[in-house]
């Protein structure tokens, strides 16, 4: 464990996986839509073909080849590849514009919403996810996350893991960018985060891929802390504080 | 009042002198200094003079004298000039950077959080201050503002009245700018606003200059809507929405 944590003033979070479970709330709102216009698929599957686009979509804006271009509008392009590959037509542009804002409305794990509230107390707690502003606002609201404010890659118009999201947070926080720790479920967040100066913070979700799936537990060097959840991170995080006055 | 109060979705405020009494906050912090440091000012003067900076300072920035520059160094540059003029010379660094950032520290009005707490339930609600994003999320940790999220000129990278400033609200938060209303004691933001198409909402802050001053309760075609306070605004917007169904 890293003794500068001491000095952490604000936390960013990960959001899809880290904050909210985006697989179950995903396959819900396929099966709902699937069962109003009469058709069926693997649901879970869905939601996996889903995601599985968003990351070469981002890298398409990360080298240049699409401009800056915000999650809604590539969830949307991968979306419509989906519909026309399963053989979807029947949906109208207002039913496909709803499931496309199927990610603005993801249901938080079990602990994020009691946890974060307690990190906010020490803390200055944002979000510092590729979503959009306006999906990490309204999925604060539909979930009831606390946020002091949303960071995102929108706001520094570079995607995670480019260098600029994560040096964005300590330049608008106002704060020296060892005094802010990335939270996140997945390590190359981590690493990349740590690479920039931040402070970095563990917190593995190993039912994000579903279940019989295998999670990583283990403590790089690139990682400060390791939590099993937001509850248990506020608890170290106090502990360590106590510890360093 | 204008018939498109009821599709408002998203609340964008104004905060120095809207949202926080910045002139006796200031004042209180300055005499605290000069009581501290043995010198004597009249400090709601000080407070005035130091606001007055203000705007010609963001007018340089504005049109391209100075590069992008936050208020924080606004307020710093305004500062460490006014201590030259008043012969105050035996404040430390840290002292400086202490008072100038008592701009993060202004008190909410009476009514402040309890009017955003209440307008919250049925709308997004976020700061759009010429402020910085840091200065904007301490004072609300300060001050137990229950923003949605902290939007800023920073973020913008123009200041008001700049219309990028405005727009930027509908652009992040993901709606028609008509859905978009402006909140403000002053006119001039609101008439900016307006311009730009968000829908306006004047709350005269009777008190912001002291006592013996003058309050406009005029109420010009580019106001939507005027109340007393935020209480007063919410009731009146919940009537909106409640008629309108």
Same mark, same amino acid.
């Given at each position: 464990m890293n003794n500068n944590l001491s000095q952490v003033k604000a936390m960013t979070f990960d959001v899809f996986g880290t904050v909210v479970d985006w697989r179950s709330s995903i396959a819900r709102e396929i099966k709902e839509m699937g069962q109003r216009k009469g058709f069926v698929l693997d649901w879970d599957s869905f939601a996996d073909e889903w995601r599985s686009g968003y990351k070469p979509a981002m890298d398409k804006v990360r080298n240049g080849e #699409? *401009?800056?271009?915000k999650i809604d509008t590539l969830h949307r392009m991968i979306l419509d590849e989906m519909l026309t590959r399963h053989q979807i037509?029947?949906?109208?542009e207002d039913e496909k514009d709803y499931l496309n804002r199927a990610w603005h409305r993801l249901d938080p794990w079990p602990d994020s919403v009691k946890g974060l509230t307690l990190l906010k107390k020490d803390h200055i707690i944002s979000s510092l996810s590729n979503g959009n502003v306006a999906l990490l606002v309204n999925m604060a609201k539909y979930g009831g996350l606390p946020w002091d404010t949303v960071l995102s890659a929108e706001i520094a118009r570079?995607?995670? *893991?480019?260098a600029e999201a994560y040096l964005s947070t300590g330049e608008y926080l106002g #704060?020296?960018?060892?005094q802010v720790m990335m939270v996140a479920a997945h390590k190359n967040d981590l690493e990349s985060a740590k690479s920039n100066g931040m402070m970095t913070g563990y917190v593995p979700r190993p039912k994000e891929h579903g279940i019989n799936t295998v999670t990583d537990y283990g403590d790089e060097d690139y990682i400060d802390i390791i939590a099993d959840d937001f509850i248990d991170l506020s608890r170290k995080m106090s502990s360590i504080k106590k510890s360093s006055q």
């Open positions: #699409l *401009p800056w271009t037509s029947n949906m109208s570079h995607y995670k *893991p480019d #704060l020296p960018i060892h």
